[in-house]
């Protein structure tokens, strides 16, 4: 599988857990997006596998963003992956508010995802921008009215605990078709630090056992899978192995490009680009293709990582021990990212 994140736009918040350097920045011209709509899917013509892009960012942020969906739905060989989740702040503020949701609609596309982080002013906090809860609501609302499907993330943090009754009443309010508890993980990004000091612990997930079914969670599972991904957790882990470079070897299938607002097309995810393809404008698509298909899968993070440059077994935990024990991770993976960047340049974490 290939997905190749097109950024048309960037966003209006700066979150402090963004894992894709998102943040503000330019538009792509409208000319430019519709021709390297065209040339992408010749490009994904010469590839062999199921090829996808994502309009990321915040898509809803570009003025031109109708025309540009309407393009999308005329595209042969590639889709469209529409990940549905947006600030709202982009689309509160639009006057064709109705007829953007309707090309989402046109292309097939009628679900959509808020993140929410807490209380109002929390939330503020965490995507760095004063009223940015308020759009984020007011946008879910509107959706629901257009007769869109209205996901709701919760993304844990360390104010969860003290924002519990908040987060309850703003999901009997808007009651949306579905609520997602997510665990913020860690990946090699420039603003994944400053979320370390909200990051949450085994005690904050432990006081939100009444809060459970009111957000429609599996508490349990929750819970163990919170158990599983702390820091002290990853440490068990990591003894049992033998050898690091296990975890930085596994064959990866997928693999992740990304197409800047000036047109250059990157190998990686947005965030961890590691090599330049050209400007999609100009270069020969075929011969990108060849290329393409010789390079290895890199949806992991570990992908990025030098085998000969990584630290001893040993040098890691003794980095991971000098991390709070109990907060926790999204998964083992992102436990071990934490630990290494923490021997790059070592930061003190608020309790
Ligand atoms: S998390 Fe999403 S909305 Fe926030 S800065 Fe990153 S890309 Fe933009």
Same mark, same amino acid.
């Given at each position: 599988?290939?997905?190749?994140?097109?950024?048309v736009a960037?966003?209006?918040?700066?979150?402090?857990?963004?894992?894709?350097?998102?943040?503000?920045?330019?538009?792509?011209?409208l000319?430019?997006?519709?021709?390297?709509?065209?040339?992408?899917?010749?490009?994904?013509?010469?590839?062999?596998?199921?090829?996808?892009?994502?309009l990321?960012?915040?898509p809803m942020a570009h003025p031109d963003i109708v025309q540009i969906l309407d393009a999308t739905t005329?595209?042969?060989?590639?889709?469209?992956?529409?990940?549905?989740?947006t600030?709202?702040?982009g689309l509160i503020h639009r006057k064709d508010k109705r007829a953007v949701i309707e090309a989402y609609m046109n292309g097939?596309y009628r679900?959509f995802?808020?993140?929410?982080?807490?209380?109002?002013?929390?939330?503020?906090?965490?995507?760095?921008?004063?009223?940015?809860?308020?759009?984020?609501?007011?946008a879910?609302?509107y959706l629901?009215a257009q007769g869109a499907?209205?996901?709701?993330?919760?993304?844990?943090?360390?104010?969860?605990?003290?924002?519990?009754?908040?987060?309850?009443?703003?999901?009997?309010?808007?009651?949306?078709?579905?609520?997602?508890?997510?665990?913020?993980?860690?990946?090699?990004?420039?603003?994944?630090?400053?979320?370390?000091?909200?990051?949450?612990?085994?005690?904050?997930?432990?006081?939100?056992?009444?809060?459970?079914?009111?957000?429609?969670?599996?508490?349990?599972?929750?819970?163990?899978?919170?158990?599983?991904?702390?820091?002290?957790?990853?440490?068990?882990?990591?003894?049992?192995?033998?050898?690091?470079?296990?975890?930085?070897?596994?064959?990866?299938?997928?693999?992740?490009?990304?197409?800047?607002?000036?047109?250059?097309?990157?190998?990686?995810?947005?965030?961890?680009?590691?090599?330049?393809?050209?400007?999609?404008?100009?270069?020969? =698509?075929?011969?990108?293709?060849? $290329? *393409?298909? !010789? /390079?290895? +899968?890199?949806?992991?993070?570990?992908?990025?990582? #030098?085998? %000969?440059? =990584?630290?001893?077994?040993?040098? $890691? *935990?003794? !980095? /991971?021990? +000098?991390?709070?024990?109990?907060?926790?991770?999204? #998964?083992? %993976?992102?436990?071990?990212?934490?630990?290494?960047?923490?021997?790059?340049?070592?930061?003190?974490?608020?309790?």
């Amino acid at each position: 599988m290939i997905n190749i994140d097109v950024l048309v736009a960037g966003c209006h918040t700066r979150c402090k857990h963004c894992y894709v350097n998102g943040g503000p920045g330019p538009w792509m011209p409208l000319e430019d997006a519709l021709l390297c709509i065209e040339k992408l899917d010749i490009l994904a013509q010469y590839l062999p596998d199921e090829v996808t892009f994502t309009l990321d960012h915040e898509p809803m942020a570009h003025p031109d963003i109708v025309q540009i969906l309407d393009a999308t739905t005329h595209t042969r060989w590639i889709q469209n992956y529409h990940h549905g989740m947006t600030t709202g702040v982009g689309l509160i503020h639009r006057k064709d508010k109705r007829a953007v949701i309707e090309a989402y609609m046109n292309g097939g596309y009628r679900s959509f995802g808020i993140t929410i982080h807490g209380s109002p002013a929390h939330h503020d906090e965490m995507v760095r921008r004063k009223g940015a809860y308020e759009s984020a609501i007011a946008a879910a609302e509107y959706l629901k009215a257009q007769g869109a499907d209205v996901e709701v993330s919760l993304m844990l943090n360390r104010y969860f605990t003290q924002d519990q009754a908040s987060m309850t009443a703003m999901l009997e309010t808007l009651q949306p078709n579905c609520v997602a508890f997510v665990i913020p993980i860690f990946t090699p990004h420039r603003h994944m630090l400053d979320f370390e000091p909200y990051r949450a612990s085994i005690e904050t997930v432990q006081s939100l056992r009444g809060a459970w079914e009111e957000w429609r969670q599996d508490g349990e599972q929750v819970e163990g899978r919170a158990r599983q991904n702390t820091i002290a957790a990853g440490i068990e882990r990591l003894r049992s192995m033998t050898d690091l470079k296990e975890l930085f070897v596994q064959p990866q299938e997928e693999q992740y490009f990304t197409l800047h607002q000036d047109c250059q097309l990157y190998v990686g995810n947005s965030g961890a680009e590691t090599r330049c393809l050209g400007d999609l404008r100009h270069i020969n =698509l075929e011969q990108t293709a060849e $290329l *393409i298909k !010789a /390079l290895p +899968g890199n949806r992991d993070y570990g992908a990025f990582y #030098d085998l %000969e440059a =990584l630290p001893s077994r040993d040098m $890691l *935990i003794r !980095a /991971l021990e +000098g991390l709070p024990q109990h907060m926790i991770y999204g #998964d083992f %993976e992102s436990v071990i990212y934490r630990g290494l960047e923490e021997l790059r340049t070592p930061t003190r974490i608020l309790e």
